[in-house]
């Protein structure tokens, strides 16, 4: 059984700083692109950075670039994303994603993109 489990979501102050994993398990991603998403109180979800299976070449939304960082660890299977900077509207659950088309060397920002999907964790940042 495929599972993505995210971690490291919290509640944290404007201005500070988490540390998001999600560690894969059942099979490995270390030749597939992985993601990460978030969705925030009644508003759908949205892209928020990706990585290739090689960690290459990363992409992140535009409002995101300068504070977010995606690495991966193939290794460990795992995918992490280094939030700085935090403000309130970055409060939403982040769901992590992966898998694709093997060895592609694009970034996906859609989501029908990804086979694979955790459950989730929650980031509260407050004002």
């Known amino acids: 059984q495929v599972q993505l489990v995210e971690s490291g979501g919290g509640l944290v102050q404007a201005g500070g700083s988490l540390r998001l994993s999600c560690a894969a398990s059942?099979?490995?991603?270390?030749?597939?692109?992985m993601g990460w998403f978030r969705q925030a109180p009644g508003k759908e979800r949205e892209f928020v950075a990706a990585?290739?299976?090689?960690?290459?070449?990363?992409d992140y939304s535009g409002s995101m670039k300068d504070r977010f960082i995606i690495s991966r660890d193939n290794a460990k299977n795992t995918v992490y994303l280094q939030m700085n900077s935090l403000k309130p509207e970055d409060t939403a659950v982040y769901y992590c994603?992966?898998?694709?088309?093997?060895?592609?060397?694009?970034?996906?920002?859609?989501?029908?993109?990804?086979?694979?999907w955790g459950q989730g964790t929650q980031v509260t940042v407050s004002s």
């Open positions: 059942g099979r490995t991603f270390s030749s597939e692109p």
């Open positions: 990585i290739t299976w090689t960690g290459g070449i990363t």
């Open positions: 994603a992966a898998g694709g088309r093997w060895r592609d060397y694009r970034v996906y920002r859609r989501e029908h993109e990804y086979n694979y």
